[in-house]
C-alpha cells in the first residue's frame, strides 16, 4: 500500500526528467495552467460520476519530499545538488478547482484545472491521475447497475476480486456513491461507516453434515439476521425447502423472520420466480430474495425484464474492476501559460481529431431548465467570459450549424476552488451526503441520457470566443 509520506514518489520518472530540464532551462518558476479529463465516457455510456476528489486532496496535503526521496533521485542519476536542494524545500503553492464528488459529467470537460510553477504543476501529474481516474471508472460503473436495477438494492460485493487492498476499499466507496445500499467489505464499514452486509459462504454448508443442519445452526446463532445461501446442492429441490422448514421451526419459536434467501447460480430468473411462489405459498411474502454470480448491468436489466423476482443484487467483479472497461482513460494536458502577468492559451494537435485540446484557462458551466430543473447543455468558456443570465446561443462543437437559444434558466459554475495558493479552502463531505448529492445530481438528467443502450447524447458546448481562439490556434499552426 502507498504510504502517504512517500506520495511525492507516486510519480513516472519522466516527470523529473522534465523538472529538471526546466530547472536548468530556468523556467522552472513558470506558471502554468493544466487541465484533467476524459476524452469518452466508458462503456459507451451517456454519462460520468466524477470522484476521487477527497484522494486527491490527500495527496496534495502530503507532497513533501524527505532526503531519503532526494537519495533515491540521486541514485537515479540526478545528481545537481541545487536541483535536489530546490525539490526538498519545495513546498507546493498550487491553485486548483476541480468538479465536486458526485457530480455527473462528460468528456472532454475540465475536471480539474490546475496553476502553478511548471516544476509542481508537472510532478503531481501522475498522483492526480490515479486519484481521480480509477473512483470515477468505479462509481460510472456502480451508477449503471443501480440504475439497471430500477429501485432495487445493489449491495458491492467486489473485495476479493479488486486488483489490490486499495482498490478493493476505494472501489467501495465509489460504489456507495453512486447509490449502493452497501458492502461486504468489513474495512469500508468501520472507515465509512458503510452498511456492511454478509451471509455464508458454500463452504459453510459443506462443512456441516447435511445442507439442513448448516442452516438450522446458522439461524440459531445468528437468529437477527438469517440470509440462507440455498444453491449448494439443489436451488429448488432442497435448499429453498430447507430455508423454510428453519424459518418455521427454529426462526418463528424464537420471534424471529427468515431475513432472505441468496441464489448464486443457476438460471437467476427462473429460480427466483419458483422461490418467490415456494416463499409465499408458506408465508414469508416478507423474506427477500438476493442474487449474485458475476453480475452487471446488463444482465440485471435483462432479468428485470424477464420478471425476476429479485429484490437485491449483490455485484461483485464487473463493478469493482469496471470489467467491460477497465480503464477511463483521464489525461492531464497544458492549456495555458503565463507570460509576463498573461494568459497564453496552449493547444495539443494530433492527427487524432479525439486528442486536439480546448486551449486556455477556462471555466465550466451547467445551465438548468428553471421549470423542469433538468440539464439543458454543458458549456465551457474562458476565465474571462461573463456568462449571461437571461439568453445565451449555445451551439454543436462539431456541428457548428446546430445552434439554439437558451431562455428561463439557472447557470452554475461546476467546478469549486480546493486550493488557493497551497492553502486547501475546500471543506470535504460526509460519504453518505455525497451519495445523496450524485443522487441529486443524476435527478437533474432526463433517462434518455441515463439508459444503458444508445444513450442521448448530452451537449458539452464551447463559448463563441472559446471556440473562436481554437480554431485561430489550429490555424496558426497550418501555416
Known sequence: MILLDDIVFLTDLYEFS???TYFKEKKHEEIVYFDM???????????MIFNGLTRLIEGIKHFKFQQKHIDYLYECGFKDKEFLDYLLNMDLKLDVWAVEDGTVVFANEPLV???GTVIEAQLIETMLLLAINYPTLVATKASRIVTAARGRSVLEFGARRA????????GARSAIIAGAVGTSHTLAGQKYGAYVSGTMAHSFVQLHDSEIEAFESYARINPENTILLVDTFDTLGSGVPNAIKVAKEVLHPLGHRLKAIRLDSGDLSYLSKEARKMLDAAGLEDCK??????LDEYIIDDLIYQGAQIDQFGVGENLITSKSEPVLGGVYKLTAQEVNGEIVPKIKISDNIEKITNPGYKKLYRFYDND???ALADYIALADEVIPLDEIEIFDPVATWKRKTLTNYT????QVPIFVKGECVYTESALFDIAVYAEKERETFWDEVKRLHYPHNYYVDLSQKLYDLKLSLLHRDDE
Not at 486488483?163 to 476505494?170: I, M, R, V
Open 113 to 115: 484545472t490546475v496553476r
Open 411 to 414: 447557470v452554475r459554475e461546476l
Open 372 to 374: 423542469t430543473n433538468k
Open 37 to 47: 479529463f476524459a476524452r469518452r465516457i466508458p462503456d459507451a455510456g451517456g454519462y
Open 289 to 294: 430474495i438476493m442474487a449474485s454470480n458475476s
Open 18 to 20: 522534465m523538472a529538471y
Open 163 to 170: 486488483h489490490g487492498f486499495d482498490a478493493s476499499l476505494e
